[in-house]
T-cell receptor, first 111, second 112 residues
């Protein structure tokens, strides 16, 4: 079982729609969860962090965490073509105190 | 200053060369990291420095040698690399190891 799993996509959504990205993780002791956005040829950019169960909203982005189900998600409302990128879920693993990335989900927003 | 600065941005080196990658941050972060990213793959952790001491080495070959001269600087010394080591090398820093990481723009390394 991979430590952090994501559907690689691509996930295609029309402009203005809600994009929903999902991630599961294996380490039940993990406490810190992050979403990074990476444009082709660029480095990852932190867009959301979440530490407790529930929802966290920042502008058009909402991160959701369910530790019992070991599940993290990212919702992007009013998706724009500029949101087209790879979204990386990252989990800080308690046992190694290190950040492990999922394989990433490619998001394509069509205008 | 909220940036992590990496130099050089691009590097081409032969298999017998010795080169170094540099990383600098002035955010007062006490944890710094090296990641390696191949095309269409996620970043893979190589090394973690916490308070200038190496705390994690992810079984990286000895041809990669990290160094943390002070709390703001992180180097990665390269020697006798192989073509399969060609990748984007990312430096990151964080306030604590449980915090979100800030990544530099990376060094794109090509080994010929």
């Amino acid at each position: 079982q991979k430590e952090v799993e994501q559907n690689s996509g691509p996930l295609s959504v029309p402009e203005g729609a809600i994009a929903s990205l999902n991630c599961t993780y294996s380490d039940r002791g993990s406490q810190s969860f992050f979403w990074y956005r990476q444009y082709s040829g660029k480095s990852p950019e932190l867009i959301m962090s979440i530490y407790s169960n529930g929802d966290k909203e920042d502008g058009r982005f909402t991160a959701q965490l369910n530790k019992a189900s070991q599940y993290v998600s990212l919702l992007i409302r009013d998706s724009q073509p500029s949101d087209s990128a790879t979204y990386l879920c990252a989990v800080n693993m308690e046992y190694g105190n290190k950040l492990v990335f999922g394989a990433g989900t490619i998001l394509r927003v069509k205008s | 200053d909220t940036e992590v600065t990496q130099t050089p941005k691009h590097l081409v080196m032969g298999m017998t060369n010795k080169k170094s990658l540099k990383c600098e941050q002035h955010m007062g972060h006490r944890a710094m990291y090296w990641y390696k990213q191949k095309a269409k793959k996620p970043p893979e952790l190589m090394f973690v420095y916490s308070y200038e001491k190496l705390s994690i080495n992810e079984s990286v070959p000895s041809r990669f040698s990290p160094e943390c001269p002070n709390s703001s600087l992180l180097n990665l010394h390269l020697h006798a690399l192989q073509p399969e080591d060609s990748a984007l090398y990312l430096c990151a820093s964080s306030h604590k190891t449980v915090s979100g990481y800030t990544f530099g723009s990376g060094t794109r390394l090509t080994v010929v």
